[in-house]
């Protein structure tokens, strides 16, 4: 039963969001530099983001993204609750220690008073930006009436974000989606109500809570967003090549762009997206030697900061992440997901870059960009079918 209404959701979604595709490539010859953005008082070096992602954006890996070119990293979301902030995962989440500035925390949950308190709280412990979550559609958060839930209730929303700004004296910025589900989408009405209240950047993920990552990413929807505010607006979801990511710039008018999944085993994403605006030249991508080093400082970090036991576990995913779409990347996860020690990892990285040395000089991602072709594909299809509904903006 379960299957058929996750299939039947998906369905809905893609056929409520196709109305909005990015439209064809503009002249090749204008490019976008990857420019500063204000946050308040705080300069941002560039416009590339690291999206909050839970179990992903520690801060190993969020110093590893901005040392590769993001001007900008939000931390995984510390919880609202107070009886949560002892616990070993809050107190990691709150670990800034030697991390690039700015530093930014993002909160998640449902109380005016209580997200207050937690603003507070992780500012007292280093925070220079506090960011809201309402845009995660994780069913354990939104149970919660938190996230993206969030968004059905825009009398809460507002005394949430006022509750936030008043609580503390440096920058709060709101992440959002484009609404609860595609009959109702509220993305203009919250952003004027977090602008009003005294958000100083916006970010919107460009799909609805229902809608989770699944079917087109609605750019006009984003596009009206940053017509119709003046706060900063960062534009979010399937940005996974230097080419898309110019073509929201230009297509939204975004004065940045936040970029999660697609930094999951490529963090060196951002520099590469950074090169393309800046230049308008695809940079190469690293070469095996560099590749191995950059992951095996990361390794180093992680470890550190998670300890052995932890660590090992919790690099599992990142080394699955690192090989996929890699010669070998199949086998190498197998032979990963066994290993029990930070030795053996460490070793079985090593074997593994060696072996892609012996067939290249720079890490081959052909069977990578054959699927975001394959995605294209399917984005400009779902384009031609007809459309359903075709329900205006909601202001």
């Known amino acids: 039963m379960r299957k058929k209404k996750s299939r039947g959701r998906i369905a809905h979604c893609v056929s409520r969001n196709g109305y909005n595709p990015l439209p064809p490539p503009q002249s090749?010859?204008?490019f976008?530099?990857?420019?500063?953005?204000?946050?308040?008082?705080?300069?941002?070096?560039?416009?590339?983001?690291?999206?909050?992602?839970?179990?992903?954006?520690?801060?190993p890996f969020r110093q590893?993204?901005?040392?590769?070119?993001?001007?900008?990293?939000?931390?995984?979301?510390?919880?609202?609750n107070p009886r949560l902030w002892a616990t070993e995962k809050s107190q990691r989440r709150t670990d800034h220690q030697g991390e690039v500035e700015p530093i930014a925390v993002q909160?998640?949950?449902?109380?005016?008073?209580?997200?207050?308190?937690?603003?507070?709280?992780?500012?007292?412990?280093?925070?220079?930006?506090?960011?809201?979550?309402?845009?995660?559609?994780?069913?354990?958060?939104?149970?919660?009436?938190?996230?993206?839930?969030?968004?059905?209730?825009?009398?809460?929303?507002?005394?949430?974000?006022?509750?936030?700004?008043?609580?503390?004296?440096?920058?709060?910025?709101?992440?959002i989606r484009t609404g609860v589900d595609p009959e109702h989408r509220n993305a203009l009405a919250i952003a004027r109500i977090a602008e009003a209240a005294g958000i100083r950047a916006l970010a919107v993920h460009g799909r609805t809570r229902a809608c989770a990552y699944v079917g087109p990413v609605e750019y006009d929807t984003i596009r009206a967003v940053?017509?119709?505010?003046?706060?900063?607006?960062?534009?979010?979801?399937?940005?996974?090549?230097?080419?898309?990511?110019?073509?929201v710039l230009e297509y939204t008018g975004a004065d940045a762009l936040m970029i999660g999944r697609a930094a999951q085993g490529r963090p060196w994403i951002f520099r590469e997206v950074r090169h393309y605006l800046d230049t308008g030249v695809h940079l190469p991508a690293p070469t095996v030697a560099e590749a191995r080093?950059?992951?095996?400082?990361?390794?180093?970090?992680?470890?550190?900061?998670?300890g052995e036991i932890a660590g090992v576990r919790i690099a599992r995913k990142h080394l699955g992440w690192y090989t996929k779409d890699l010669p070998g990347g199949d086998a190498f996860r197998r032979e990963a997901?066994?290993?029990?020690?930070?030795?053996?990892?460490?070793?079985?990285?090593?074997?593994?870059?060696?072996?892609?040395?012996?067939q290249g000089e720079r890490l081959d991602y052909r069977a990578y960009v054959a699927a975001i072709v394959d995605a294209h594909s399917m984005f400009v299809k779902s384009r031609q079918e007809p459309q359903r509904g075709g329900e205006a903006l909601a202001a």
Do not use: W
């Open 337 to 358: 997901n066994g290993l029990e020690s930070s030795a053996e990892q460490i070793a079985a990285v090593g074997r593994f870059f060696d072996t892609l040395a012996e």
């Open 107 to 175: 909160i998640a949950g449902a109380d005016p008073a209580l997200m207050a308190d937690a603003a507070r709280y992780n500012v007292e412990r280093g925070a220079q930006i506090i960011d809201i979550n309402m845009g995660c559609p994780a069913k354990k958060v939104c149970n919660a009436a938190a996230g993206s839930a969030l968004l059905a209730n825009e009398p809460l929303v507002e005394a949430i974000v006022t509750a936030v700004v008043r609580a503390v004296d440096v920058p709060v910025t709101l992440k």
């Open 226 to 247: 940053k017509a119709a505010v003046r706060i900063p607006v960062m534009a979010n979801g399937d940005i996974a090549t230097p080419e898309q990511a110019k073509r």
């Open 293 to 306: 080093a950059e992951i095996l400082l990361h390794l180093d970090n992680h470890y550190a900061f998670y």
């Open 32 to 59: 976008f530099s990857s420019s500063h953005v204000n946050i308040g008082h705080l300069v941002i070096g560039n416009n590339l983001v690291v999206a909050p992602m839970a179990g992903v954006t520690d801060r």
């Open 28 to 30: 090749p010859l204008r």
């Open 64 to 80: 590893l993204c901005k040392r590769l070119g993001a001007g900008y990293a939000v931390s995984e979301m510390v919880a609202s």
